[in-house]
Nanobody
Framework: QVQLVESGGGLMQTGGSLRLSCVAS????????MGWFRQAPGKEREGVAS???????TYTASVKGRFTISQDNSKNTLYLQMNSLKPEDTAMYYC??????????????????WGQGTQVTVSS
């Protein structure tokens, strides 16, 4: 089993920055891939960023150049630094983990382990 606890969401103006954190515990073999999803009201869940084996990073096109995913293995913590925020970034953000990153980039977008989510709201 894997447990994931997110923090760091909030309300921010357009152009601002936020950093999300996700503390992971449990079976490390089950979290070879970690990353972030988001889901806005009335929209489908989408993969935002993933990191595989601590080094292979993938972003969805809409956040490239603005968001940065990183890991601190000494703290078992995953981060998502979000800069130049836009209103369309408004969503519930979820930390997730799985053995591979396939679920981030292919339907049905259901990794094995999820956090409880943290809300990010960007005002215009």
């Amino acid at each position: 089993q894997v447990q994931l606890v997110e923090s760091g969401g909030g309300l921010m103006q357009t152009g601002g920055s936020l950093r999300l954190s996700c503390v992971a515990s449990g079976n490390s073999a089950s979290r070879n891939c970690m990353g972030w999803f988001r889901q806005a009201p009335g929209k489908e869940r989408e993969g935002v960023a993933s990191i595989l084996s601590g080094r292979i990073i993938t972003y969805t096109a809409s956040v490239k150049g603005r968001f940065t995913i990183s890991q601190d293995n000494s703290k078992n913590t995953l981060y998502l630094q979000m800069n130049s925020l836009k209103p369309e970034d408004t969503a519930m953000y979820y930390c997730a983990a799985d053995q591979s990153c396939r679920q981030w980039w292919s339907p049905p977008h259901t990794p094995s382990y999820w956090g409880q989510g943290t809300q990010v709201t960007v005002s215009s």
